[in-house]
């Protein structure tokens, strides 16, 4: 078995886990290449625990010139899976975005709240209801109700902690 026999639904998994993008988190450029973490040498081992996507210049780094440690590789991919469980790609999406901006406070459109629940559950996020503006709804019978349309979050400590882990490739568990 080569290294090049890797299963296509294994190749098709690792991509989707990584969104088609690189793993390392600070870079993310769409790639459909994919690194053994443990080298194919080593152990032949093609399971979707050794896998992960890297971009075509990531690669070379990780395995040839050796600028990316395998530790942290390795901590990439444990934290990619923790990611998925429970975080949305919208949530994954800001994550990335917060982490190469530094940005404390972000603003988000209509049913923003609904797209960072489970960030701002976990204590990252925090919405300091800043008066934004409003959809306001009334009926004939006599219904109304004001929906916010804008959502002013700040990024807290914990989430700055929690970004810094997650694109330095620590443990976000
Ligand atoms: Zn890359």
């Not at 450029?29 to 210049?57: G, K, M």
């Not at 019978?141 to 002013?152: A, I, L, V």
């Amino acid at each position: 078995m080569s290294r090049d026999t890797i299963p296509a639904e294994v190749k098709r998994a690792v991509l989707v886990e990584a969104g088609h993008r690189c793993a390392i988190p600070t870079c993310r450029a769409t790639t459909t290449e994919i690194a053994h973490i443990v080298p194919w040498a080593d152990t032949q081992d093609n399971s979707f625990e050794n896998l992960i996507a890297l971009c075509p210049n990531c690669h070379t780094r990780f395995d040839q010139k050796k600028e990316i440690d395998r530790l942290a590789v390795k901590m990439y991919k444990h934290n990619l899976g923790i990611l998925n469980n429970r975080y949305g790609e919208f949530e994954r999406r800001l994550f990335e975005l917060l982490a190469k901006s530094g940005e404390r406070v972000f603003v988000l459109g209509a049913a923003g709240d609904l797209l960072v629940a489970n960030a701002v559950k976990d204590g990252f996020f925090e919405d300091k209801h800043v008066q934004g503006m409003n959809f306001d709804i009334k009926s004939d019978s006599g219904y109304s109700k004001s929906f916010p349309m804008t959502f002013t979050y700040w990024v807290t400590d914990a989430g700055v902690e929690f970004i810094k882990r997650f694109a330095s490739g620590n443990d976000i568990a």
